[in-house]
C-alpha cells in the first residue's frame, strides 16, 4: 500500500513568489494535517483538514492557506513568501478518529532565496 | 490545546533498555496518547499509541500511569536506529495533533 506522497522533493523559490506544494493520503484516510518544520526547530502545526472542510489551522498568517480536493489529496499555499518560510513541510494522513495513527510524508524542502 | 512535556534529551547505551516519560497533567478522559519519532532528516513515524491499559508492539511498550497524567515509552534494546526525536502527543477527535519539542534520544555504541 503506498503512503502518504509528497510532491515537490524540493522547491527553491524567490522572495514575494508563490509556492504550491502538494500532498496525497494514504487511501481511506480523510484527514490531512501539514505542519512547518525550520531547521532544527520541532515541528509547527499549520492546517487540518477533514471531508473537504478546514477543520483548525494553527498561527500562521493567512498567507498560508490550502484546500482538500475530493479525493482527499490536499494543496498547500504559502503567497508572498519571505526568506523565513524556508523549512520542511510534512503532510500527514489519517482515518478521522482519535485512536488512528497519522502517517507522514518525507516532506518537501522549500528554500526562499 | 492537551499539552505535554518531555525531557529535553536522554542518553542511552546500546542493547540497554530505554524509558522515555512523558507528563500529561491536563489529559481529559477520551484523549488517547500516541508517541511517533523522527529520524534525522525523515519524517515523523508512529510508534504507539494507548488510552487506559499498557500497549505492546514490535517497536515498543507503552505504560501508562493509572490516573493517566504520565506514561512511559519503552524501548526494550536501544540500537543505533533508536537515535531520533521521541514526541508524546495527546489526541483527542476533533482537535489539531501538536506536537511538543520532543525528547532527543541518543544511544552510545
Known amino acids: 500500500e503506498a503512503g502518504v506522497t509528497q510532491s515537490p522533493t524540493h522547491l527553491i523559490k524567490t522572495r514575494g513568489q508563490q509556492a504550491t506544494l502538494r500532498c496525497s493520503p494514504i487511501s481511506g484516510h480523510t484527514s490531512v494535517y501539514w505542519y512547518q518544520q525550520a531547521l532544527g526547530l520541532g515541528l509547527q502545526f499549520l492546517l487540518w483538514?477533514?471531508?473537504?472542510?478546514?477543520?483548525n489551522r494553527g498561527n500562521f498568517p493567512p498567507r498560508f492557506s490550502g484546500r482538500q480536493f475530493p479525493n482527499y489529496s490536499s494543496e498547500l499555499n504559502v503567497n508572498a513568501l519571505e526568506l523565513e518560510d524556508s523549512a520542511l513541510y510534512l503532510c500527514a494522513s489519517s482515518e478521522m478518529t482519535r485512536h488512528r495513527e497519522a502517517f507522514f510524508g518525507q516532506g518537501t524542502r522549500l528554500t526562499v532565496v | 490545546d492537551a499539552k505535554t512535556t518531555q525531557p529535553n534529551s536522554m542518553e542511552s547505551n546500546e542493547e540497554e533498555p530505554v524509558h522515555l516519560p512523558c507528563n500529561h497533567s491536563t489529559i481529559s478522559g477520551t484523549d488517547y496518547i500516541h508517541w511517533y519519532r523522527q529520524l534525522p532528516s525523515q519524517g515523523p513515524e508512529y510508534v504507539i499509541h494507548g488510552l487506559t491499559s499498557n500497549v505492546n508492539n514490535r517497536m515498543a511498550s507503552l505504560a501508562i500511569a493509572e490516573d493517566r497524567k504520565s506514561s512511559t515509552l519503552i524501548l526494550h534494546r536501544a540500537t543505533l536506529r533508536d537515535a531520533a526525536v521521541y514526541y508524546c502527543i495527546l489526541k483527542t477527535s476533533y482537535d489539531k495533533v501538536i506536537f511538543g519539542p520532543g525528547t532527543s534520544l541518543s544511544v552510545i555504541p
Open positions: 483538514y477533514d471531508e473537504g472542510e478546514e477543520r
